[in-house]
């Protein structure tokens, strides 16, 4: 069984910074793509960010150059450095992961959430 379990998060005045984690574990051969969707009240999941096996990047456009993704292999382990947030910053942050488990069968898994709140 393969679980993703998520730390970090909390709340932050505008012009602060969070760090997320999320850390793979269970059956796992191999982890494809990992990574971070939010999700405002009354508004759907959206991707924030996304890292692939090889490293490239991409993000939406609103966290350019204020947030950064990055993952260790080694560790199953992906995170989200969350600098200049603001107010519209506020959502569940998601982690999610494609991958491909010991029995060679390959689906997405997503983490519990993790509350971010930008508040002064």
């Known amino acids: 069984q393969v679980q993703l379990v998520e730390s970090g998060g909390g709340l932050v005045q505008p012009g602060g910074s969070l760090s997320l984690s999320c850390a793979a574990s269970?059956?796992?051969?191999?982890?494809?793509?990992m990574d971070w969707y939010c999700q405002a009240p009354g508004k759907q999941r959206e991707l924030v960010a996304g890292?692939?096996?090889?490293?490239?990047?991409n993000y939406e456009d609103s966290v350019k150059g204020r947030f950064t993704i990055s993952r260790d292999n080694a560790k199953n382990t992906v995170y989200l450095q969350m600098n200049n947030l603001k107010p519209e910053d506020t959502a569940v942050y998601y982690c999610?992961?494609?991958?491909?488990?010991?029995?060679?069968?390959?689906?997405?898994?997503w983490g519990q959430g993790t509350q971010v709140t930008v508040s002064s």
């Open positions: 999610h992961a494609t991958l491909r488990d010991q029995f060679g069968i390959r689906r997405d898994y």
């Open positions: 269970g059956n796992i051969n191999v982890i494809y793509n």
């Open positions: 890292i692939t096996i090889g490293g490239s990047t």
